[in-house]
């Protein structure tokens, strides 16, 4: 299993504040690192998830359309990034959603070697924590390229505005509503 992630791109995403998980570019894109806001978020230690996907966190959720979306995103190397809700569950099998966004760290010579991904729970949010969400991840990405450069390591694309966030969490409540619905049944 890969553990080569260098020292500055480590201590950086570990001391971000926004929830972030670190996988591998080769094979079923096991997780290298997660930080303390993904694990507060999720209820899992790290030990629970590295070396493994992160699908683990979707459980029996259908998540037709969002499963669809990331198979595009990792088919597809010139897509530099992607954005969508998803259906996760927190380590108790609490379920929320979960606005994931992913992007391609890239060696200097091209080679993707990393999978970066930010996690935030848009299910009970209101439009204000949302748009902090974005400015803090916008920031995190800001401040990641030149740790990331160090590295030897190129942060691909930019982060995918919001058109409109109220929208978004009321699409998040609905797809919560159905989780729950679901296994009340």
Same mark, same amino acid.
């Given at each position: 299993?890969?553990?080569?992630?260098?020292?500055?791109?480590?201590?950086?995403?570990?001391?971000?504040?926004?929830?972030?998980?670190?996988? @591998?570019?080769?094979?079923?894109?096991?997780?290298?690192?997660?930080?303390?806001?993904?694990?507060?978020?999720?209820?899992? @230690?790290?030990?629970?998830?590295?070396?493994?996907?992160?699908?683990?966190?979707?459980?029996?959720?259908? $998540?037709?359309?969002?499963?669809?979306?990331?198979? *595009?995103?990792?088919?597809?190397?010139?897509?530099? $990034?992607?954005?969508?809700?998803?259906?996760?569950?927190?380590?108790?099998?609490?379920?929320?959603? $979960?606005?994931?966004?992913?992007?391609?760290?890239?060696?200097?010579?091209? *080679?993707?070697?990393?999978?970066?991904?930010?996690?935030?729970?848009?299910?009970?949010?209101?439009?204000?924590?949302?748009?902090?969400?974005?400015?803090?991840?916008?920031?995190?990405?800001?401040?990641?390229?030149?740790?990331?450069?160090?590295?030897?390591?190129?942060? *691909?694309?930019?982060?995918?505005?919001?058109?409109?966030?109220?929208?978004?969490?009321?699409?998040?409540?609905?797809?919560?509503?159905?989780?729950?619905?679901?296994?009340?049944?």
């Amino acid at each position: 299993m890969e553990t080569d992630v260098p020292t500055g791109l480590a201590d950086y995403l570990s001391q971000s504040r926004v929830a972030l998980a670190l996988a @591998s570019a080769a094979g079923d894109n096991h997780l290298l690192l997660v930080n303390a806001p993904f694990c507060e978020l999720t209820g899992y @230690s790290p030990d629970d998830v590295v070396g493994r996907n992160c699908r683990l966190l979707q459980r029996d959720a259908p $998540n037709s359309e969002a499963r669809a979306r990331l198979r *595009e995103f990792l088919a597809n190397p010139r897509q530099a $990034n992607v954005r969508t809700p998803i259906i996760n569950f927190r380590k108790d099998g609490t379920p929320f959603v $979960n606005l994931l966004y992913m992007s391609r760290l890239r060696t200097m010579g091209g *080679e993707t070697r990393y999978m970066f991904a930010s996690q935030f729970d848009v299910s009970r949010s209101q439009p204000d924590l949302l748009a902090d969400y974005d400015a803090q991840l916008s920031a995190t990405l800001g401040r990641l390229a030149p740790v990331a450069g160090e590295a030897g390591i190129v942060v *691909e694309g930019t982060l995918m505005t919001i058109a409109n966030s109220a929208a978004t969490i009321a699409q998040a409540r609905m797809m919560l509503d159905d989780v729950e619905r679901a296994h009340n049944a």
